[in-house]
């Protein structure tokens, strides 16, 4: 990779997270924390206003306004492939949001990469076994709970047909065994429980923050789980 590619790729990164440590950046590019330091001087000098935060990492200023990203054919067509694994994996809530996100990478694309990507589209099938069909609409909601720490009610029923209502303090969301799996503190069993997302009759997510200040790491909590990650 030219050290343009590299700076652009080192932008791009910037953008999609509220902060970068040096580290990662170095890890990411294959290249020392000294040139960590002198790429990001040279975006500065190109008038990106990338800063510092000590304990946190490098971020680009607020206010500074970045031009749309450009997609390469094959970043696009990788996309596009996704969408169709999406469709067999996911529930009905992150199908509608990845083809609405999709639709927005296909708006800034250019007229010959459109043509592509529809040829594409009608020659890709994905045929997924029923085990896979997620006919529930609760994994966007979840992710909303885990990303902004707030309690969820769930209405759940077991292997033995027997419905009990929670309220649980989500920490993760794990696919394993062919199935969605909601991992959370649970308020009744004051204890970390595994929730199957099938098994989930209703979900509500709360305006409730978590009682709990600190929580295991779902890193910590999958090494439980009778298969490797």
Known sequence: MNRIDRLFGILTLLQSKKYVTGEKIAEKFHISIRSVYRDVKALNEQGIPVSFE????????????????????????????M??????????SIQQHYSNALTKVK??????????????ANSIKFQAPPCFIQH?????????????????????????????????????????????HLIGWCHVKKDYRDFRVSRILRLRCTEED?????????????KQLPVDF
């Open 54 to 81: 000590p304990y946190r990492g490098y971020f680009i200023v607020n206010g500074y306004f970045l031009q749309p990203v450009s997609f390469s054919t094959e970043e696009a067509n990788a996309l596009l492939l």
């Open 83 to 92: 969408e169709a694994i999406v469709s067999g994996f996911a529930d009905k």
């Open 107 to 120: 708006s800034v694309l250019r007229s010959t990469q459109k043509d592509s990507i529809e040829l594409l």
């Open 136 to 180: 529930f609409e609760y994994l966007a909601s979840i992710q909303q709970a885990i990303s902004g720490r707030r309690v969820v009610e769930i209405e759940y029923t077991n292997l033995q047909k027997e419905i009990s209502k929670r309220k649980a303090e989500p920490i993760g969301l794990v696919f394993y065994a062919f199935n969605w």
């Open 210 to 222: 978590f009682t709990r200040k600190k929580h295991m790491e779902m890193s910590e909590y999958v």
